[in-house]
């Protein structure tokens, strides 16, 4: 059975230029200012301000040199890596000479279709075997590559798709926004649960003295990082990788880590010196999936993760 058709949106990069975009972000301001020490005042950064000003001065420099941006309509079929030219050849001929055999109900047609279904038939599964056989021979050496190689050769039992219902309280519910809403709350409060549990904040810790306790909790602080470290951070992302909800390219961070290092040097910083972070980056797109099979019909949630 095919797959539902997706229709996926990307970045049109027919007239990028990553030496042109480069040397565009170098003249603009993007808050990367030092003061004559060398030093940079992140106690005096708002990280909200930092954030807002490189967002929108990087995308209006992206939006100039990738202005457009195109649909593509991903069909819906399984993943036939095994597929030749000549088993395609095949398949249509044997399609043609089914339409042909049901439009004259002739024995001959009837028979050379046969043939030909027996043909693909045997060809498929002789390609598929090829496949399998060179795809465990490549992953021997990997253990964790072989056996994801095994499950995808054998899948296993298909089981079906549970009902679109959620235990909220006690209760079954189907409504698919209360569901959304009680994963929001599982996540919003995952912080606040986690510190009652450890006791942190509360006097559990200060006079706590059964087993398990920890009475000498070592002062932790962050270390500022240098630009050094950003830069070649940057350079290890993923070009393929899709774009978060601020719609940036990693394909286009990496095409100007030199020039944007500095900034996002003095951000990250700059949240690490006041304890904050960006409230954009506090926003995530989360689908929840059943544990079992997918579930038909995403339920897709926004949520604002607060650090509490």
Same mark, same amino acid.
């Given at each position: 059975?095919? =797959?539902? %058709? ?10 990028? &230029?990553?030496?042109?975009?480069? &040397? ?8 990367? $200012?030092? &003061?004559?020490?060398?030093?940079? $005042? ?8 930092? +954030? ?21 309509? !991903? ?8 597929? *030749? ?44 075997? *090829? ?13 964790? @590559?072989? +056996?994801? *190689?095994?499950?995808?050769?054998? %899948? ?8 679109? *219902?959620?235990?909220? $309280? ?5 409504? $698919?926004?209360?569901? #959304? ?6 996540? @919003?409060? @995952? !912080?606040?649960?986690?510190?009652? #549990? ?14 398990? =306790? ?10 500022? !990082? ?34 944007? #290092?500095? %900034? ?11 304890? =904050?972070? %960006? ?13 079992? #099979? ?15």
């Amino acid at each position: 059975m095919k =797959a539902p %058709p997706q229709v996926k949106v990307f970045r049109n990069y027919v007239n990028y &230029d990553p030496v042109k975009f480069s &040397d565009e972000l170098k003249g603009v301001d993007l808050n990367c $200012e030092q &003061d004559p020490c060398g030093t940079y $005042e992140e106690q005096n950064a708002c990280v909200d301000e930092l +954030w807002t000003d490189f967002e929108s001065i990087f995308l209006k420099v992206a939006n100039r040199h990738s202005p457009h941006y195109i649909q593509k309509k !991903v069909r819906g079929l399984d993943n036939c890596p095994w597929m *030749t030219g000549d088993i395609k050849k095949n398949i249509r001929q044997r399609d043609y000479l089914l339409k042909k055999a049901r439009k004259t109900s002739h024995n001959e047609d009837w028979l050379a279709y046969k043939l030909m279904r027996n043909r693909v038939t045997n060809s498929i599964k002789k390609a598929k075997q *090829t496949y399998n056989k060179k795809l465990i021979e490549n992953h021997q050496g990997d253990a964790k @590559a072989f +056996w994801r *190689t095994m499950k995808s050769i054998f %899948p296993g039992e298909k089981k079906p798709s549970p009902s679109k *219902t959620m235990d909220i $309280e006690g209760e079954l519910c189907s409504d $698919e926004n209360r569901i #959304a809403n009680s994963f929001n709350l599982f996540f @919003a409060t @995952a !912080v606040s649960r986690m510190k009652h #549990a450890l006791g942190v904040g509360t006097s559990r810790n200060r006079h706590c003295t059964g087993h398990g =306790a920890n009475r000498s909790l070592p002062n932790f602080k962050f270390e500022k !990082v240098s630009e050094t470290f950003v830069l070649k951070t940057i350079k290890q992302l993923k070009s393929g990788k899709a774009c978060g909800l601020d719609d940036i390219s990693p394909r286009m961070l990496k095409d100007s880590a030199e020039v944007i #290092a500095k %900034p996002l040097t003095r951000l990250i910083n700059a949240s690490l010196s006041q304890g =904050a972070v %960006p409230r954009a980056w506090k926003f995530a797109k989360v689908i929840p999936f059943s544990k079992r #099979a997918w579930l038909q019909k995403w339920i897709t949630i926004d949520l604002f993760l607060c650090y509490q």
